[in-house]
């Protein structure tokens, strides 16, 4: 069995309950929150696989819309001891979901300022979001498989709490479509 993995309800709007071969997990948003519901999850069950999809604000240019797999993530807003950004005092600097993709950057706060992107931008990350280092650094944890997939659902600057409102229903229809051609389902 697989578990499907959301931060909130609405991501996972346009995909069927049930989903054949998916237990549904909804965490809530941020990383503790993340956190918490996906180890107890993990504690509780055993999954052969963590398949997580959700929205993600899109911070390089070059990227196209749509649903991406995410290769690695990285957090934007920890500092280690000496001061440097995006590395946490006790928790790795980077976590990978062992597959090819991009790279995402997580925060506790949503992104919708140029000065932040242009923060997150030097990390190498393509996409921001406030889970995804955590879910993958749980199912590591686990000894699980993860695969994350995440829809561009704004530009994480001015106005992106607008348009990420506005595209929720869209985001899950891309992020639907993309797991019936990776799985079948």
Do not use: N
């Not at 993340?34 to 055993?46: F, N, S, V």
């Amino acid at each position: 069995m697989k578990l499907l993995v959301a931060a909130m309800a609405s991501e996972l709007a346009a995909f069927p309950d049930p989903l054949p071969g998916f237990d549904r997990l909804v965490t809530g948003e941020g990383k503790m929150k993340a956190t918490y519901a996906l180890t107890r999850a993990l504690d509780a069950g055993e999954y052969d696989e963590i398949v997580v999809v959700g929205t993600a604000g899109g911070i390089d240019p070059q990227l196209a819309p749509g649903a991406h797999e995410i290769a690695t993530a990285v957090q934007h807003d920890v500092r280690d001891l000496d001061g440097v950004q995006g590395r946490h005092v006790s928790l790795p600097a980077v976590v990978s979901t062992g597959r090819e993709g991009v790279i995402i950057a997580t925060g506790d706060s949503f992104v919708d300022d140029a000065g932040v992107t242009a923060v997150i931008r030097p990390m190498g990350a393509a996409l921001v979001d406030m889970e995804t280092f955590a879910y993958i650094w749980v199912a590591e944890q686990f000894g699980v498989p993860i695969r994350a997939f995440r829809a561009v659902s704004d530009g994480a600057e001015d106005g992106a709490l607008d348009d990420f409102h506005a595209a929720i229903a869209r985001c899950s229809e891309q992020l639907r479509e993309r797991i019936r051609e990776e799985y079948g389902v």
